[in-house]
């Protein structure tokens, strides 16, 4: 399945800028696609941030846990 893709604007430091121009000749490849897979890479390390973060509050009794059958009585199985 092809995906949809949607035009965004975004501001750039001109050091940013320079280095995705210079890295799309390398390339040979659009901005836009080494954008998109930069943010791709950061989503996926966000992920594991995420992860860390909500682990250590679970640690740390920060956070309520719910076992299985806490779920089944709330979606009524």
Same mark, same amino acid.
């Given at each position: 399945m092809?995906?949809?893709h949607i035009r965004i604007n975004i501001t750039l430091p001109k050091s940013l800028e320079q280095?995705?121009?210079s890295v799309s000749k390398?390339?040979?490849? $659009? !901005?836009s696609h080494i954008i998109a897979r930069a943010l791709n890479l950061y989503f996926d390390e966000l992920d594991t941030l995420i992860a860390d973060n909500r682990? $250590? !509050?679970y640690k740390e009794g920060k956070t309520?846990?719910?076992t299985l059958a806490d779920l089944?009585?709330?979606i009524g199985q």
């Open positions: 092809i995906e949809k280095e995705l121009t390398e390339l040979n490849d $659009k !901005k682990y $250590k !509050k309520k846990t719910y089944d009585k709330v």
